[in-house]
């Protein structure tokens, strides 16, 4: 399975003899597995096989499925709320005492009233509501399956973006490489001329004294370590990109350990060009995470 994405949207509809329905599924980012289901009154049941369902697809993300049903209302039939009406007859002479000029009311615009007519409730029927959550349920797992197609295409397009941006980390790490390694002559040469500058009128350091504070000064700039784990954290990240299934939350890690060998690098620079580098590859690690979030 290639890279996956955590975006993704599919509807799926669907008709029966009793109702049409429209299943609409999406996902967005997110750090573990959430859902929300919304179904229609009576169909409550649906919701943890739902759950059930995105648990054994998906790893990771924030899912959102919503159920829109429409029943058939062709057969369905209707009565008179006598209470209602009653009570809407009783307040039309006040009415219309204080509205004389008003038309008198229509029987079509009383039936029209809220609650004046109420639609009769069939029993509900439990060999036809099962038949209707099978169907139901199906419609949702073909709804998943083209979600998950849509991560995976999505997964697809991020991959190539994702190795270009690790070239590019890998290469702004040889270029940190060969500007470290001229770091401890130019500590040298920048001790001497400091010393030469503050001593001016005073007898020179020993030369030994001198190379001590030097030898101090390159240990503490010395950038061979954080080289050698950005370079190591390069490779784990291309090999994870290579697997199969959710790797989403290890490259989240990386990117942790890229940002804190770059954050070392820049402090530890003693060098204008090579802390350049250092925000460059920052940068490129910044866009390397912001694409990781995306993926499952």
Do not use: Y
Not at 81 to 105: F, S
Not at 193 to 211: C, F, H, I, M, N
Not at 226 to 254: M, N, P, Q
Not at 262 to 276: F, G, I, M, P, W
């Amino acid at each position: 399975m290639p890279l996956s994405s955590m975006t993704g949207f599919a509807r799926v509809q669907g008709q029966e003899e009793a109702c049409s329905w429209t299943w609409e599924v999406k996902s967005v980012n997110g750090k573990g597995r959430d859902m929300r289901c919304r179904v229609p009154g009576g169909l409550e049941s649906l919701d943890p096989q739902a759950r059930e369902r995105v648990a054994k697809r998906f790893h990771r993300g924030n899912f959102s499925l919503t159920l829109n049903l429409v029943r058939n209302r062709s057969n369905r039939a209707f009565q008179v709320n006598t209470d209602v009406l009653e009570q809407v007859l009783a307040v039309l002479p006040e009415i219309t005492r204080h509205l004389p000029d008003a038309q008198p009311p229509r029987v079509d615009g009383i039936l029209a009233l809220s609650g004046v007519m109420e639609a009769l409730e069939e029993e509900p029927d439990e060999k036809a509501q099962k038949a209707l959550e099978d169907s139901l349920l199906a419609g949702l797992d073909r709804a998943l399956e083209a979600l998950a197609a849509m991560r995976a295409e999505e997964g697809g397009r991020l991959e190539p973006v994702l190795v270009s941006l690790l070239d590019t980390i890998s290469s702004l790490t040889g270029k940190a490489e060969g500007l470290a390694a001229a770091q401890p002559d130019a500590i040298r040469e920048r001790l001497r001329e400091q010393v030469a500058a503050l001593l001016e009128t005073l007898p020179a350091l020993p030369e030994e004294r001198l190379a001590q504070e030097a030898a101090l000064l390159i240990t503490k700039a010395d950038l061979r370590e954080e080289l050698d784990r950005l370079k190591a954290h390069v490779d784990a990240a291309r090999e994870l990109i290579g697997h199969t299934g959710s790797i989403g939350r290890k490259l989240d890690f990386l990117c942790q350990e890229f940002n804190r060998e770059a954050n070392t690098l820049c402090s530890k620079s003693a060098d204008v060009e090579l802390t350049r580098v250092g925000l460059d590859l920052k940068a490129a690690i910044e866009q390397f995470r912001e694409q990781v979030q995306n993926i499952e």
